[in-house]
């Protein structure tokens, strides 16, 4: 069994939902994001506008892992990659390992509250008893391991039943998260991926990540008019122009 | 740069050198300051030599690492992965060293010329050498970082670190400590030589490795690094040395004063050096750039 998600470009409509949805989830701190929906604008004098929803990318040959000394980054048999927050010692080698750049630090100023200095949320006070975010460590995406176990746990299937899946993939509005098994061949996600020619973001760093991009076309347009023609396809995935 | 801005272009690496970081670019260069010293002060068989490279790594590099980290009270979980992190090696490296060179001087003060002094003589060089190379072997086994991954970033950082201690022995020599100042202005001399091939050797391997190694050694030559560039590695760290050392080879006999300077101009290109090492690192573009 290998958790993995696939990223449907041609289906996202970039509203941010994903990264509410995993700040709600996990309580994150106002400075610091899990997911992050980057835009990229190619062109010149008619720019187009390509975004793509990034996340860890849970490799699985995970250089964070490799090169963490305190054991603290560690890969789960299903190959999602965890942080035991209570070991980090918040020497940020995994934040430099990792080719994605999908780690972050939580530093003092990352966690100054939603509303610095003036009052603390009902929402932000459940935080610190549901979620417990630690000062000094590093955090990332986590596929929502705690809706995965806890809906293991009651027989239920990660990436069909809303309970065992990520929260990131239930939110999806335009349904351009999908999750699953990609060990199953039978799954939904390994099925778009053979299908839709999914691919990893630089697979040449050979980290084999569990996330793949659907449709991977550079220059999707906001404008309308400009969408047709102004596709075009990467050189080749996660590869230098 | 905005949340949505992240990644798409070659970004470059913060956490190890900006705001807090800096404290870990001390920590990389009092490392091979202090190991190289360390091995120049054996050589020369100077107690003082020693006694200072301790400090340097004991107190400088362990209090830079320790604010640097971000948990410092689990400091020592640091240590328990030996077989996959060169960081926890490194640790384990510095603490032996830190041990190994205490015992060291302990006996050399008290039982001089003994074996046992001679056994950890021999355990505190080989941690030193251990010292001054990890943070080249950190850093280059980092694959997203195209300019770090190189075989000869270790190889820079241990003759850097060396030319250092022969820089530091020199002033050591000159305020009454067991070293032949000539000798160390030698090693200096040639070190600074080797040194100064070896960056533009590694600058060139960079720049020919990946597009992004390219960008990474264009940013230090013409880019905002230019001037850490010029003026700290080659000006400082290189001619004005090479410049003193070889005016005392082949005019004359230069000043005292004069040849601190030099060495100060030697920690200064060294401090530099890595400066811009870690300072350019970049990654490339989380996607393909369409043309």
Not at chain 1, 104 to 122: A, N, Q
Not at chain 1, 145 to 170: F, H, M, Q, S, Y
Not at chain 2, 76 to 92: D, E, K, M, T, Y
Request: aromatic share 12%.
């Amino acid at each position: 069994m290998r958790w993995g998600m696939a990223v449907d470009l041609t289906q996202c409509v970039r509203c941010y939902a994903c990264v509410a949805a995993c700040r709600i989830e996990h309580f994150l701190p106002m400075g610091m994001s899990w997911p992050r929906l980057v835009a990229m604008e190619t062109g010149g004098d008619s720019p187009t506008v390509s975004t793509y929803s990034v996340r860890c990318n849970q490799c699985q040959n995970a250089p964070c892992v490799e090169v963490c000394p305190t054991g603290a980054t560690y890969q789960r048999e299903d190959g999602i990659v965890v942080i035991d927050q209570d070991k980090c010692v918040g020497c940020r080698y995994c934040i430099i390992a990792c080719p994605y750049q999908n780690r972050t630090f939580l530093s003092k100023d990352k966690d100054k509250g939603f509303f610095p200095g003036r009052v603390e949320t009902d929402f932000e006070k459940a935080g610190k008893k549901l979620y417990r975010h630690q000062v000094g460590t590093t955090e990332k995406c986590n596929f929502c391991v705690e809706r995965i176990d806890a809906g293991l746990a009651k027989g239920l299937k990660p990436g069909v039943d809303r309970e065992a899946t990520p929260a990131c993939v239930n939110t999806c509005p335009a349904q351009a998260l999908t999750f699953g098994d990609l060990d199953d061949p039978n799954s939904e996600i390994s099925r778009l991926i053979k299908e839709k020619n999914g691919f990893q973001l630089h697979p040449e760093y050979d980290t084999d990540p569990s996330v793949y991009f659907i449709d991977g076309k550079i220059g999707y347009s906001d404008e309308p008019e400009l969408r047709d023609d102004s596709r075009q396809e990467p050189a080749s995935a996660g590869a230098e122009r | 740069m905005e949340i949505h801005e992240w990644m798409i272009n070659y970004t470059r690496q913060t956490e190890w050198i900006d705001r807090r970081g800096i404290f870990l670019w001390i920590a990389f260069y009092a490392g091979g300051l202090g190991g190289g010293l360390y091995l120049v002060s054996l050589y020369f068989n100077s107690l003082w030599g020693m006694f200072i490279s301790w400090l340097i790594i004991a107190v400088i590099k362990g209090a830079a690492h320790l604010i640097y980290l971000g948990k410092p009270l689990r400091f020592w979980r640091i240590v328990f992965r030996p077989n996959s992190s060169w960081l926890a090696r490194g640790i384990i490296f510095v603490l032996a060293f830190v041990v190994f060179a205490a015992v060291q001087l302990a006996l050399s003060f008290w039982l001089p010329g003994t074996a046992v002094e001679i056994a950890f003589k021999v355990l505190a060089g080989m941690a030193a050498l251990a010292v001054t190379v990890y943070t080249g072997f950190v850093l280059n086994t980092v694959k997203a970082v195209p300019f770090w991954n190189s075989t000869l970033l270790p190889l820079l950082f241990v003759l850097c670190g060396i030319l250092g201690g022969f820089g530091l022995a020199v002033i050591i020599g000159l305020n009454g400590g067991n070293v032949n100042v000539a000798i160390a202005e030698t090693g200096s001399r040639w070190l600074l030589i080797v040194n100064a091939l070896l960056i533009v050797v590694y600058l060139w391997a960079a720049a020919n490795r990946e597009t992004t190694g390219k960008k990474s050694v264009m940013e230090q030559m013409r880019g905002n690094l230019a001037p850490v560039f010029w003026v700290g590695i080659v000006a400082l760290g290189i001619i004005i040395p090479l410049a003193i050392a070889f005016s005392s080879y082949f005019v004359s006999e230069v000043s005292s004063a004069l040849l601190v300077t030099g060495v100060a101009c030697e920690v200064i290109g060294g401090l530099a050096l890595r400066y811009c090492v870690l300072k350019a690192g970049a990654y490339k573009p989380l996607v393909a750039i369409a043309g």
